[in-house]
T-cell receptor, first 114, second 111 residues
Framework: EAGVAQSPRYKIIEKRQSVAFWCNPI?????LYWYQQILGQGPKLLIQ????????DSQLPKDRFSAERLKGVDSTLKIQPAKLEDSAVYLC????????????FGQGTRLTVV | DQQVKQNSPSLSVQEGRISILNCDYT??????FLWYKKYPAEGPTFLIS?????DKNEDGRFTVFLNKSAKHLSLHIVPSQPGDSAVYFC??????????FGKGTKLSVKP
């Protein structure tokens, strides 16, 4: 079974530029998550989708971050414009359903904003 | 305010001995708990979980204990192996599915 695929693996941009990350979840997984992990911290949820609907985006900085999950499969996360404090690893995860089940993570995208 | 706390940033254990990683939570609404292992440059990998209706769950060398009254869980690894060296994250959640993670504990198992 293929795991969660993310691209790119690494990205370096200047502040105020825009960037986009892509995620392909495990086939059949209805729930998709985007997490942000800052160095030395645990992953922090940015947004959760159930199929193509948003379940929780309470911690997403909506003035600069946006995410979509078209057709309930792939998802993209965009940052525009980027700030220095956005430097982090962005992790995509998926689970079979919502609640009481493990989430499977991709390898992440390491973003450096200079 | 951290809802999931892992108060030990690091732990060093001799190969063959027991590793005990601890986690505390504050939100009594959490009723599902997980442990993830993370190697450098990789995403977290699911290790073991426990629901609040149980107080223990075992999977091979890994056992998770849950003390609901103390809002505390622990992961025991017996016997510890050098390949277990990684960062371990405790996570808590419930019906909605979103997981709240601790800051992690770096485990080093020395040969």
């Amino acid at each position: 079974e293929a795991g969660v695929a993310q691209s790119p693996r690494y990205k370096i941009i200047e502040k105020r530029q825009s960037v986009a990350f892509w995620c392909n979840p495990i086939s059949g997984h209805a729930t998709l998550y985007w997490y942000q992990q800052i160095l030395g911290q645990g992953p922090k949820l940015l947004i959760q989708f159930q199929n193509n609907g948003v379940v929780d985006d309470s911690q997403l900085p909506k003035d600069r971050f946006s995410a979509e999950r078209l057709k309930g499969v792939d998802s993209t996360l965009k940052i525009q414009p980027a700030k220095l404090e956005d430097s982090a690893v962005y992790l995509c995860a998926s689970s079979l359903h919502q609640g009481y089940t493990e989430a499977f993570f991709g390898q992440g995208t390491r973003l450096t904003v200079v | 305010d951290q809802q999931v706390k892992q108060n030990s940033p690091s732990l060093s254990v001799q190969e063959g001995r027991i590793s005990i990683l601890n986690c505390d939570y504050t939100n009594s609404m959490f009723d599902y708990f997980l442990w993830y292992k993370k190697y450098p440059a990789e995403g977290p990998t699911f290790l073991i979980s426990i629901s609040s209706i149980k107080d223990k769950n075992e999977d091979g060398r890994f056992t998770v204990f849950l003390n609901k009254s103390a809002k505390h869980l622990s992961l025991h690894i017996v016997p510890s192996q050098p390949g277990d060296s990684a960062v371990y994250f405790c996570a808590a959640g419930g019906s909605q599915g979103n997981l709240i993670f601790g800051k992690g504990t770096k485990l080093s198992v020395k040969p």
